[in-house]
């Protein structure tokens, strides 16, 4: 077997290709044109676009379509590559959704350990005042590219959460659209491979928000790092389109919208926000790109005295557009979180979800309701002062659908007969964390109060909080819940208790501590402070802060440890070790390529723990 | 079922402990710095009921969990499913329309601050800051002298003009507590009156570049007699060289 | 993107293999459908925001509307060509559903290079990108004006574009026989994508031309 059967190595070479193939174009059409022949902005720009298309092609994902424009026949292959070892299959294009939920998820995972270790460089730098390793160049570009390397990871995974799970809990083969999917997956690959190799020509120093005018005169790893942030959000876009057709298309009988299993509308909440946001925030970087290589003054106000035809772009507007994608991604990333938390809840109190319409409808509501708040980062921008007062109105409101999540969750608890096994106490750690992000949202969402507050670690603190309880520890739970599903082994319990001891005490630390130092009056983004903020206390906490920080990330890799060892030698799981009464339950683990033998039925309701009607039960074979 | 009604008293008793002591928890990790100006204070109420309502939505989420985790866990040997409840929807309304009156009430109290914080004073005096790469320029509306040490006068409201010069930055005095962004092609405007003479820091809270971190300049307030024979005087001479 | 995707999807894919009956066939495009309006969903939004950055942006110092003095012929003349395309669009659908294949595959060539007369105008006229030709009025880099005129106009021709090679495509299988009347979903597509394109620009040919005071003019 060579190296080049493997999709991942093709799409690489093809990546490196593409970008060469992208410059020497750019130099040709420059020299036709008596241009000097090298010009680095417009060269790496048309170099990073044919990378993305270079690796898409190389690695096969554009074949069928290719072949639909030749009117050629495309039947499905089903099952691991022919001729090929079985493993093989999750190194390249394949069509089953089962097999492309664990490729996001386990990219995923790799941003993950590439954006913390990232964390960990720059938190020990700041781990006593003074500067003690980091340039300032190399500082600025680490935070950007923490921030928006952990972005992609949240995506990837609550793609791999949804690609592997909303199928299966439908009943349904697959996806509505298996390719789409899986060139859904593969944007991500140049994607990210773009935004990380930034770093090597110059990177980009602009934090992952990217405000002009600085990012329009920075270095030229911008081009790169919009668009691999480009290709990853075409991945969102045609992702959340195949999960909105799928969920409103490819339910059984007798599943309305309000018996499909919790974690379905949260996705479908998610995606509408994808769908739509996401344009946004690709056309405010594109607008940035096109204002570096061909000079289009969108953000530029030119010199004073002057007009339309010579400037009079506008900073501001730059973050209306941006933040109009980029307060809504941040319900994009939790609400799949707060659906495993209900999902996940009703298995281990044995009990149904308390309030399962309102839960519902408060991931919509939410979804709504944030596409009207962007304005709440900007309010000390400069723009109108009217409009501080009504994003200040707005934004609290989304406290009120997101409080409703809290009550149905001890809703849920109350009267339950809980079990603590390690998924459990995951939810119990995400349902913790988020409340304390969610509380300091609010003293944020108030005007006078995030005066001060702005642009400091306290929000830092706070998005931390929302981001870890909202995604990072729901999604372990939901790695370690259906770990035996996918690998059809157990996990060993011991040492996922051990790392959830080791990782909930040490994030309360880690983001009380951040509020506390930005309450202080430390910025975010500096690498340096002054030692005698809070009387001289802030030193202990910033130390603190990276002590904890270390030890989220040792839980991290000892969660790791355990499930490469587990799949291997763990004790065999059974079809359903929780007792769950969700479709994905009732099947073999692992699940086999055809994942309904027979067509689902729905007879009752999916949290119904107590009665003996089950959800759902399958048609006996040859009754279809 | 029946033993509920003793249940939930003890728990209203455990919020009631909790959220002060949270409260207290709050008050001595958050420690923010000297309140110096006259918008500080009522920023800094709002912010202590924001704390409040925080201690107590925090005590209530986490008490009742807790109890819960203790009164509901599985005991050994138990096989039986928990109680088949599917919701209640009086809860629910009570649960939405509750934080809905909470919320309104501190977007009101806020917008009775903001106005207030914002409003213009009569005998406002007008100063220019201009940000740049990485450092500040500090001027008077009808005089050429330039400073880089921001000397205000005490007790006297303050309209500070800011302008940049190459690209976003912003304008904030911690013990002032309010800020603003700097941002090129406009002026943005920031009104505080400082209270308390004493020495301060002008930090840039938006990220500017490489020394954002270092974008920093030394704050003065004196005596309304001192503010003006510093910029008689010693500006004159210093600029003049 | 993703248009050729959804495009072509249910001609020739087979979602689940298997299944060639016309109703798996009525099932998939039904699925295809809704993909479609969802990624037109997805899409205003791009729209909707070079529209808002136009609105926002061309606002001179007294608050007052502004447009810039772009050449009223040649954007009238764009414009019918545009709108009279989206009709030969429809013809070659009808045409097709009626199993009249010759009016199919001519109404298509005729969209085509209807489309590209349109692309032309404006990459010749409006851009003034062959100076030889045409002296343009106005370049990209030229303040507000020229970044939110080329902004817009270079998304939408984009898209024409892209409709441009959809339609040769399916002309290219519709000459090779593929497509009946019961099976045509590719064409369906291909042809709201174009009314979609069209509509666009209906929206922005007055943002673009006809909104707002002409910059110079009582100036
Ligand atoms: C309870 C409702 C919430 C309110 C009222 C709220 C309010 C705010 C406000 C006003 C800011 C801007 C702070 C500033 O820059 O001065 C902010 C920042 C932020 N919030 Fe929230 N928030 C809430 C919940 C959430 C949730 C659920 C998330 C999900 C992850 C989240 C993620 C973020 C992020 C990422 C930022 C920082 C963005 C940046 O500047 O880099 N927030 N929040
Ligand atoms: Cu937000
Ligand atoms: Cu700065």
């Known amino acids: ?624 | 079922m029946q033993n509920n009604t003793r249940h939930f008293a003890a728990i209203g008793v455990l919020v009631v402990i909790f959220t002060f002591v949270v409260f207290w928890i709050l008050d001595a990790v958050l420690k923010f710095p000297l309140a110096a100006s006259t918008q500080a204070g009522p920023i800094d109420s709002l912010i202590q009921g924001h704390l409040w309502i925080i201690a107590f939505l925090f005590s209530l989420v986490v008490v009742i969990a807790i109890y819960s985790l203790f009164l509901f866990r599985r005991r050994e040997g138990d096989t039986e499913e928990g109680q088949y409840i599917h919701g209640n929807t009086t809860l629910e309304i009570l649960w939405t329309a509750l934080p809905m009156v909470v919320v309104i009430a501190f977007g009101y109290w806020s917008t009775v601050v903001l106005v207030d914080i914002t409003q213009r004073p009569d005998n406002e005096i007008i100063v220019n800051a201009e940000g740049y790469q990485w450092g500040w320029n500090f001027s008077l509306p009808n005089s050429d002298a330039v400073t880089q040490e921001l000397v205000l006068p005490v007790d006297t409201p303050i309209r500070m003009d800011l302008t940049s010069k190459d690209v976003l930055h912003n304008f904030w005095v911690p013990e002032f507590r309010v800020k603003q962004d700097i941002v090129p092609g406009r002026t943005t405007y920031l009104r505080f009156t400082p209270t308390i003479e004493g020495e301060y820091r002008l930090i840039c809270s938006e990220l500017c570049g490489l020394n954002h971190t270092g974008m920093i300049a030394p704050v003065r307030v004196v005596s309304q007699d001192e503010f003006a024979a510093f910029w008689n005087q010693d500006v004159q001479t210093a600029s003049s060289k | 993107m993703s248009v050729a995707t959804l495009g072509h999807q249910a001609d020739h894919g087979h979602a689940d293999g298997h299944d060639d009956s016309q109703a798996a066939y009525l099932e998939r495009t039904r699925r295809n459908r809704l993909g479609m309006w969802l990624f037109f969903a997805s899409e205003a939004f791009i729209f909707i925001g070079l529209l808002a950055a136009r609105f926002y942006l061309w606002v001179d110092e007294g608050g007052q509307m502004m447009r810039p003095e772009l050449d009223q012929v040649v954007g009238l003349i764009v414009t019918v060509v545009l709108l009279l395309s989206s009709y030969f669009m429809n013809r070659a659908e009808v045409s097709i559903a009626n199993n009249n294949r010759r009016d199919f595959l001519w109404s298509l060539v005729i969209t085509a290079i209807l489309g590209t007369i349109f692309l032309v105008g404006v990459i010749i006229f409006e851009w003034g990108m062959l100076p030889f030709i045409f002296e343009g009025h106005l370049k990209p880099s030229d303040g507000v004006f020229g970044a939110v005129v080329f902004g817009m106009t270079g998304m939408h021709a984009l898209h024409v574009l892209s409709g441009i090679v959809l339609i040769g495509n399916v002309w290219w299988l519709g000459r090779k026989g593929h497509f009946s009347a019961e099976r045509h979903w590719g064409v369906e597509a291909t042809a709201i994508y174009w009314h979609y394109v069209d509509l666009v620009w209906i929206f922005f040919y007055p943002a673009l031309y006809l909104i707002g005071h002409a910059y110079g003019v009582g100036h």
């Not at chain 1, 069928?64 to 009117?71: E, R």
């Not at chain 1, 859904?184 to 994607?191: R, Y």
């Not at chain 1, 005490?505 to 309450?519: I, K, R, Y």
Request: aromatic share 16%.
């Open chain 1, 1 to 624: 077997m060579s190296l080049f059967s493997l999709g991942l190595v093709r799409a690489i070479v093809g990546q490196i290709l593409g970008m060469l193939t992208g410059m020497a174009t750019t130099m040709l059409i420059r020299v036709m044109l008596g241009l000097p022949a090298w010009a680095a902005e417009p060269s790496w720009t048309v170099g990073a676009i044919f990378s993305i298309i270079g690796a898409l092609w190389a690695v096969g994902a554009l074949s069928d379509w290719a072949k639909w424009m030749k009117g050629e026949e495309t039947p499905m292959h089903h099952g691991p590559p022919e001729g090929k070892p079985a493993w093989t299959r999750y190194f390249g294009v394949d069509y089953n959704h089962k097999v492309i939920g664990v490729q996001y998820t386990v990219w995923g995972i790799f941003l993950l350990l590439v954006g913390g270790t990232m964390a960990l460089i720059f938190r020990t730098e700041l781990a006593e005042s003074g500067r003690q390793f980091l340039s300032l160049e190399l500082y600025n570009n680490f935070i950007g590219m923490h921030g928006f390397i952990m972005i992609f990871a949240i995506l990837l995974g609550i793609g791999g959460m949804a690609n592997y799970l909303v199928p299966l809990m439908l009943g349904a083969e697959d996806m509505a659209f298996p390719r789409l999917n899986a060139l859904g997956f593969w944007f991500n690959v140049p994607g990210s491979l773009l935004l990380l190799s930034s770093l090597f020509i110059g990177g980009w120093d602009a934090g992952w928000t990217a405000y002009p005018p600085l990012s329009a005169r920075g270095p030229i790893g911008y081009q790169l790092f919009f668009l691999g942030v480009f290709a990853v959000g075409l991945s969102s876009i045609v992702g959340s389109l195949n999960l909105l057709v799928t969920i409103l298309q490819m339910r059984p009988k007798g599943m309305s919208l309000f018996k499909m299993p919790i974690f379905c509308w949260a996705v479908f909440a998610t995606s509408l926000i994808q769908l739509t946001a996401t344009q946004l925030i690709g056309l405010s970087f594109l607008m940035v790109s096109t204002q570096r290589a061909l000079g289009m003054g969108f953000f530029d106000p030119g010199l004073p005295g002057a007009t339309l035809m010579t400037g009079l772009g506008d900073p501001i507007l730059f973050q209306h557009l941006f933040w109009f994608y980029s307060h809504p991604a941040v319900y994009i990333f939790i609400l799949p979180g707060l659906g495993i938390i209900s999902e996940l809840l009703p298995v281990f109190s044995r009990k149904p979800l308390f309030g399962y319409k309102w839960i519902a409808l408060s991931s919509l509501a939410i979804a709504i309701v944030g596409f009207l708040v962007w304005g709440h980062h900007m309010f000390v921008s400069g723009y109108a002062p009217v409009l501080r007062y009504a994003f200040m109105y707005s934004s609290l409101l989304v406290a009120v659908p997101t409080g409703v999540k809290f009550f149905s969750w001890l809703g849920t608890l109350w009267g339950g007969k809980l079990t603590f096994e390690t998924p459990m106490l995951f939810v119990l750690g995400a349902i913790s964390v988020f409340l304390i992000g969610g509380l300091s949202g609010p003293i944020l969402g108030t005007v006078p109060s995030d005066l001060p507050l702005h642009d400091t670690y306290f929000v830092v603190g706070h998005f931390h909080a929302t981001m870890f309880g909202g995604f990072v520890f729901p999604f372990f739970a939901a790695l370690y819940f259906w770990f035996p599903k996918v690998t059809g082994r157990m996990y060993n319990e011991t040492l996922g208790k051990i790392h959830f001891a080791i990782m909930t005490p040490a994030f309360w630390v880690q983001t009380l501590g951040q509020m506390g130092v930005g309450v202080m009056g430390m910025r975010r983004r500096i690498a340096d402070y002054d030692p005698t903020l809070g009387g001289g206390s802030i030193e202990a906490w910033q130390l603190s802060i990276t002590i904890a920080g270390f030890l989220i990330g040792f839980g991290v890799l000892l969660m790791l440890w355990n499930f490469f060892q587990s799949a291997e030698v763990g004790v065999l799981a059974g079809d359903n070790p929780w007792r769950s009464r969700s479709p994905e339950w009732q099947i073999p683990s692992p699940i086999p390529e055809h994942s309904f033998a027979s067509p689902m039925v729905v007879h009752g309701e999916p949290y119904d723990y107590g009665l003996p009607e089950p959800y759902v039960a399958f048609a006996a074979a040859g009754d279809d």
